[in-house]
């Protein structure tokens, strides 16, 4: 058991560590914090847009109410990969010793840059076929993207806008004002061409994904990369890897649900996004691809009250007396 302990503890974590420690797995972890407020005050108005007993639901209905309440919902929880992208951005950037707050507006016009340009919807034709046909909406933004739907794009456009931008910074790359300019005017030119190449850059994917492929850049992460991590999360391999690997850090002094979790999370909040996009339409199953492990599940079988639902090893008070006179 001793040779094994050590093991654990000399070559194993101190590679974990080194992993979690990165730049990106930090700057995630970090960035990720962002949009939590948002996301439980968005979740509170969701509850009561859609609130699960019917007669207060077709109250809030009759009083005009609920439009409200989604409204809030939807610019909050809704938009959660928009806090996101300029959260892990300005992670990035800030510890890297630079102003984060213009890279972080610079992600976010990125991000809208790489997502589709139009809505499509289905709608009903009113007329004697009565049948189904797509809209199509032309210089709109999706919403969709703009929430669980686009997190791991916000992701990688969060790392790689946070790494250029930083690359530029370090090589001085940018335009200096001399210092009686007030800084706020100044970081605006000091961001501007790091802004210009990575805008420029961005526009090149969009169009080489548009004229080759016929999508998006934010499609195809959607389709390569999201929705196979997300299943694999909501797999029997998914519960047994994030249930295990926070009490087997824990085990060794590293705070485990803090690490699982910043890397788990933006897949485990797209799960919850897509069980409210089946909500919300009627169709919350498992037959439609409805999640079981979600960032609710993680929290109320995982982590609550510790790693490893660790309110089970705490025994009644023993009374000494008791024990040594029965």
């Not at 996101?84 to 102003?99: C, E, L, N």
């Amino acid at each position: 058991m001793a040779k094994l302990s050590d093991t654990l503890n000399n070559k194993v974590i101190p590679v974990v560590m080194r992993f979690v420690n990165t730049r990106p797995i930090t700057a995630m972890k970090n960035g990720m914090l962002y949009p939590i407020p948002f996301i439980i005050v968005g979740a509170i108005f969701l509850i009561l847009g859609q609130f699960p007993y019917q007669p207060v639901a077709a109250y809030f209905t009759k009083i005009g109410i609920d439009d409200w309440f989604m409204q809030a919902y939807n610019g909050s929880f809704a938009i959660m990969a928009l806090f996101a992208v300029f959260g892990i951005t300005y992670s990035w950037v800030h510890d890297s010793g630079y102003d984060g707050v213009p890279a972080g507006l610079l992600a976010i016009v990125t991000d809208i840059i790489l997502q589709p340009n139009h809505v499509t919807t289905v709608a009903n034709v009113l007329d004697k076929t009565k049948t189904s046909t797509n809209w199509m909406a032309e210089n709109a933004i999706d919403k969709a993207w703009l929430g669980g739907k686009g997190m791991i794009l916000a992701i990688i456009i969060g790392m790689l806008v946070g790494w250029i931008y930083t690359w530029f910074m370090k090589k001085g790359i940018t335009i200096k004002l001399p210092e009686q300019v007030p800084s706020n005017v100044a970081a605006s030119f000091t961001a501007l061409v790091p802004a210009a190449a990575i805008i420029t850059g961005a526009t090149i994917v969009y169009g080489l994904f548009q004229k080759l492929g016929n999508t998006t850049f934010a499609e195809w992460i959607y389709r390569i990369i999201q929705t196979p991590l997300q299943h694999a999360s909501d797999g029997p391999f998914g519960v047994l890897l994030i249930t295990l690997v926070p009490v087997f850090l824990w085990f060794f002094g590293v705070h485990g649900s803090t690490i699982v979790s910043g890397i788990m999370q933006p897949l485990l909040i797209s799960n919850n996004a897509d069980n409210l996009t089946l909500y919300q339409a009627g169709k919350l199953s498992l037959d439609n691809g409805a999640h079981i492990v979600t960032q609710s599940f993680f929290e109320q079988f995982i982590t609550v009250t510790g790693a490893g639902i660790t309110i089970g090893a705490i025994g009644s008070p023993v009374d000494k007396k008791s024990v040594e006179n029965p």
